[in-house]
């Protein structure tokens, strides 16, 4: 298949405070295939970075938990 790649840019979202839903962000990809090799680079700021969570969740479900 190839190489695909995807560039999210700069989002900006506020992060809600004791919310236990948090944030979501949502992302489509234009093409079908596997994947392979996945390269997230955040950049957060937030006062208690020990509070929070990144997920990447496909839509079947499967989740994998990210650390930061």
Known sequence: LGLIGVAIGR???AIP???TTGLTLTRNMESEGFITNVSITPNITHPRQGDLEITLTHPDGTA???RI
């Open 17 to 19: 405070d004791n919310n």
């Open 64 to 66: 994998v938990r990210l």
């Open 11 to 13: 989002t900006r979202a």
